[in-house]
Nanobody
Framework: QVQLVESEGGLVQAGGSLRLSCAAS????????MAWYRQAPGKQRELVAI???????NYADSVKGRFTISRDNAKNTVYLQMNSLKPEDTAVYYC????????????????WGQGTQVTVSS
């Protein structure tokens, strides 16, 4: 089993910054990718940023130049540094991890964090 624990979000004024973290724990053999999604009320969940084991990163157009995804492989932790926040960034942010569990049979599974609220005031 793999568990994901996200840091708390918070209330931030427009133009401010916030960093989210997500730590994976449990019977982990390897992590293929770590990502951040977000979902605003009445809208579909969307991919914000992703980083793979090879170091590939990708961002939603709406956050390019403002958000940075990074990882600490030793701690199985992914971060999302959010700068120049805008009210439209307000959403519940979810950590997402594709991981291979240790054991005799190793398969890749997708895990979700509990979600954390980020609110940006204008």
């Amino acid at each position: 089993q793999v568990q994901l624990v996200e840091s708390e979000g918070g209330l931030v004024q427009a133009g401010g910054s916030l960093r989210l973290s997500c730590a994976a724990s449990g019977n982990i053999f390897s992590i293929n990718a770590m990502a951040w999604y977000r979902q605003a009320p009445g809208k579909q969940r969307e991919l914000v940023a992703i980083v793979t084991s090879s170091g590939y990163t990708n961002y939603a157009d709406s956050v390019k130049g403002r958000f940075t995804i990074s990882r600490d492989n030793a701690k199985n932790t992914v971060y999302l540094q959010m700068n120049s926040l805008k009210p439209e960034d307000t959403a519940v942010y979810y950590c997402n991890v594709a991981a291979v569990s240790s054991g005799s049979i190793r398969t890749t599974r997708i895990y979700w964090g509990q979600g954390t609220q980020v609110t940006v005031s204008s």
